[in-house]
């Protein structure tokens, strides 16, 4: 086997570029395309709800199987490359359709045409998703260099979600006052904004995957070992601390995701007013640029005095904090918005140190496991933080769409065009905007205390710990090296 060289500051750039632009369309999918089809489509929050779940654990199972697709690809560019590039043209193509529905179809249309177009995106992301992280040993090697990419790429994949998280709503009503008709009601320019903000990201999508797979070189001998999901969970039964971490994962994107799916609302039918969007892209503009400094900025800090186990705790302690402060000022008359950057501070700053830290806990319980059973599952371990991002994604939607319907929180609920001028909010129940308060914070703020008491009882990797193994792997590897040695010597090979 050909060794790789050391990775150049171009090759790690593009990668990192690569998650950025597959974050963008992963996160204008999770946050927008319910608000988009229940809010905006008047698309049934129920039946929406059951196709973002049925669709993302879909979508979570069928990763194996696109596994087995690349392992099998033999080509003169690879065997990751060229479906990291269909895929990212097709979902990119996929995008923009599940963007751009007609909105004159009659509710059932609009239903199968939000299946249709849902579930194609969740296969063709997988399409991509799945070389784009499987190629990572295909061009680096083992150990901290390929840990340090693996860290680097979800970093830049928390900045892509970031980006969208910060210039969604700032650039739709934009786009859809330039290109809907001048008459045109405030949810038709909504509704024309997504259209063609989702262009946007694909296209943009599409230039950083190329970038990608231009500048990353994997080698040509390069082999990927598929999972299925029989062996992720047995990979888990073999390895109670990576089962651990994948349960605190799902735990906090389930609480996350939640918030995320159902703050848009919380802003157009609870903060009201007719600059409620202004608000809205005021708050995630400040909560994005925390998230991204947290990533780069406030966790590299915190290392320096806390280990990952004391941040991982002092993440979740911000993150109830800002859960709890954000339904206190729920309670108020909420005039001022900047008053919701002291929650959004401590939930976003929370969200992308958690980020880093989760995805460095795997990477450790990767050695673990080798310390433990002499197996090294990496790609299980990481197969499966897929699968239960994914899988979180979905229970998160299907609960939000859940809060929706219960509060009656659906297009066609509010009063005249004139009246919203005024204030959003009118006509809305004050029983359904503590309902939306409830949700958004109380459910959160359970599992990340359910995730504390789990992690507390059950991990065991400290820094120590981690340092510790990794002496006993060193002294087991160069044992093996050298029986290795002495037994083709025995054989004569002399190696060769």
């Not at 974050?23 to 927008?32: E, K, N, P, Q």
């Not at 990353?216 to 651990?244: H, I, P, W, Y």
């Not at 993150?319 to 501070?345: D, H, N, Q």
């Not at 219960?406 to 919203?420: I, P, R, W």
Request: aromatic content about 12%; glycine content about 8%; charged content about 15%.
């Amino acid at each position: 086997m050909t060794t790789s060289q050391k990775l150049t500051g171009r090759a790690k750039f593009s990668y990192a570029l690569g998650a950025v632009g597959k974050d963008m369309v992963y996160m204008l999918s999770a946050s927008y395309v319910l608000y988009y089809y229940q809010d905006l489509l008047s698309v049934n929050a129920i039946a929406m709800g059951f196709i973002l779940m049925a669709a993302r654990v879909f979508d979570a199972f069928n990763d194996p199987i696109m596994g087995v697709v690349v392992a099998k690809t033999k080509t003169k560019w690879g065997k990751f490359r060229p479906w990291l590039l269909i895929g990212t043209l097709t979902n990119a193509a996929v995008l923009f359709l599940m963007f751009a529905a007609p909105p004159k179809m009659d509710a059932a249309g609009l239903v199968a045409y939000a299946a249709v177009t849902y579930i194609l995106w969740g296969v063709t992301y997988t399409m991509m998703d799945i070389p784009y992280w499987s190629m990572i040993p295909a061009f680096t090697e083992g150990g901290r260099e390929r840990e340090g990419l693996t860290t680097l790429a979800r970093t830049s994949a928390g900045v892509g979600s970031a980006i969208i998280t910060v210039f969604t709503m700032m650039f739709v009503p934009k786009l859809g006052e330039l290109f809907a008709a001048d008459d045109a009601g405030s949810r038709a320019v909504e509704i024309e904004g997504f259209k063609w903000f989702s262009l946007i990201v694909a296209i943009l999508f599409v230039v950083f995957t190329v970038l990608t797979c231009l500048n990353v070189k994997e080698r040509s001998t390069a082999e990927m070992k598929t999972v299925s999901v029989g062996e992720m969970f047995r990979a888990l039964v073999r390895n109670d601390q990576a089962m651990t971490v994948t349960v605190a994962i799902v735990l906090i994107n389930c609480s996350i995701y939640l918030t995320s799916n159902l703050v848009i609302y919380f802003f157009k039918y609870d903060f009201g007013t007719v600059g409620w969007n202004d608000a809205y892209v005021l708050f995630n503009m400040f909560g994005g640029a925390i998230q991204v400094l947290s990533m780069m900025v406030m966790y590299p800090l915190l290392r320096r005095k806390f280990t990952s186990l004391q941040i991982f705790y002092i993440c979740l302690g911000m993150a109830v904090v800002g859960y709890a402060v954000l339904l206190g000022l729920a309670f108020t008359s909420m005039s001022i918005v900047y008053l919701l950057f002291i929650p959004a501070f401590f939930i976003f700053a929370a969200n992308g140190m958690l980020t880093v830290i989760t995805t460095v806990f795997l990477a450790n319980t990767v050695d673990y496991g080798e310390y433990k059973n002499s197996r090294r599952d990496e790609s299980v371990i990481f197969s499966m933080q897929t699968f239960v991002v994914k899988l979180a994604s979905g229970i998160a939607a299907l609960a939000a769409s859940v809060c929706l319907s219960v509060n009656h929180l659906q297009a066609g609920t509010e009063v005249s065009e004139a009246d919203k001028l005024v204030d959003w909010s009118l006509g809305v129940a004050q029983s359904a905007k503590v309902g939306l308060r409830m949700t958004m914070t109380l459910i959160p703020v359970a599992g990340l205390i359910v995730a504390v008491i789990w992690f507390r009882r059950r991990f065991t990797l400290t820094d120590e710990k981690v340092r510790d193994i990794a002496s006993i792997l060193a002294v087991r590897r160069d044992a093996a090296a050298k029986a290795s040695a002495e037994a083709d010597g025995a054989d004569g090979t002399d190696g060769e």
